[in-house]
């Protein structure tokens, strides 16, 4: 339901990814919660607050051991915003996955 929204919206509500970030770990659809991150980047072009999301993203690495992937993470966040970012963001995840 997520992905159809998605496609369609006209405006990004980083609120509502941040619904599916939260829940799709816990049904086991990690890569799912990694990838609607990856699209709220690219769609909102790193304006907004993705801190959150970052949160909830190195907390359901940490809870699965996946340390490393945690730390992707809170480098990402510690380094700030800004399209580097993004990209740094999205090189660590392809290292990851």
Request: proline share 1%.
């Amino acid at each position: 339901m997520f992905e159809e929204w998605e496609s369609v919206c006209s405006k990004y509500d980083m609120g509502l990814a941040n619904v599916a970030i939260l829940g799709y770990p816990s049904q086991g659809m990690h890569e799912e919660a990694e990838l609607i991150f990856a699209n709220a980047c690219k769609k909102t072009k790193g304006k907004g607050s993705f801190l959150e999301a970052w949160e909830m993203l190195m907390v359901h690495a940490l809870n699965t051991r996946k340390v490393d992937l945690a730390d992707n993470h809170l480098r990402a966040a510690v380094l700030g915003w800004g399209m580097a970012s993004i990209a740094r963001y999205q090189n660590c995840i392809s290292q990851v996955f």
